[in-house]
Nanobody, 119 residues
Framework: VQLVESGGGLVQAGGSLRLSCAAS????????MGWYRQAPGKQHELVAT???????NFADSVKGRFIISRDNAKNTVYLQMNSLKPEDTADYYC??????????????WGQGTQVTVSS
């Protein structure tokens, strides 16, 4: 299973970016998908998650600014980031809880995409 992210980059404070993460390979089903981030010198932080049914959860630091969504037919999760702040600068990693066969479940990770917000 591979997760490929796209959409990172450099943006000014107040701007927006949309991250995408597509899962491919031998996939029977995908449970939760989501995004973590890690800023330089800081621990990784859970940003947002979304279940297969569409229930979402967000870190307090991004509530009201970020939106997570998914396209189950495309095995893809998105993170719409609005009103970006310099403190959102980090490497963003997507993950997915994947069953490759009905009785298995494992977490897979993307390679990371860099988001830089300038003040």
């Amino acid at each position: 299973v591979q997760l490929v992210e796209s959409g990172g980059g450099l943006v000014q404070a107040g701007g927006s970016l949309r991250l995408s993460c597509a899962a491919s390979g031998t996939i029977f089903s995908i449970n939760a998908m989501g995004w973590y981030r890690q800023a330089p010198g800081k621990q990784h932080e859970l940003v947002a998650t979304i279940t297969s049914g569409g229930s979402t959860n967000f870190a307090d630091s991004v509530k009201g600014r970020f939106i997570i969504s998914r396209d189950n037919a495309k095995n893809t999760v998105y993170l719409q980031m609005n009103s970006l702040k310099p403190e959102d600068t980090a490497d963003y990693y997507c993950y997915a809880e994947v069953s490759t066969i009905p009785t298995s479940l494992a977490n897979y990770w993307g390679q990371g995409t860099q988001v830089t917000v300038s003040s």
